[in-house]
Nanobody
């Protein structure tokens, strides 16, 4: 079973940048589709971005397009989320997720989740 551990969260001022990392273990990383999701208090979970096994297809949530970049490094079992031009509304717990089936990511219902890392953006 794949296990996911996120890191890189923290506090930053609006307009700043952060890089989040998700390191996977426990199974063959390259066989999994991956994604980042976020959830703010009192709000529904929201897709940040999802990526295919080879990294050739990436689908971002509308609220982060043009500001966030998703990148996977299969030899290092790592998924990176580069966040630029951060806004206070980006404040949330960010979760890394995985599934062996692409439709699960497209439906925003992956089966494997990390514990999350908190991102706080102040104005």
């Amino acid at each position: 079973q794949m296990r996911l551990v996120e890191s890189g969260g923290g506090s930053v001022q609006a307009g700043g940048s952060l890089n989040l990392s998700c390191v996977a273990s426990g199974d063959v990383y390259k066989n999994y589709y991956l994604g980042w999701y976020r959830q703010a208090p009192g709000k529904e979970r929201e897709r940040v971005g999802i990526i295919t096994t080879g990294g050739g297809v990436i689908a971002y949530g509308d609220s982060v397009k043009g500001r966030f970049t998703l990148y996977r490094d299969n030899p290092k079992n790592t998924l990176t989320l580069r966040m630029n031009s951060l806004k206070p509304e980006d404040t949330a717990m960010y979760y890394c997720a995985a599934d062996r089936q692409w439709p699960a990511l497209v439906a925003d219902q992956p089966g494997i989740w990390g514990a999350g890392t908190q991102v706080t953006v102040s104005s």
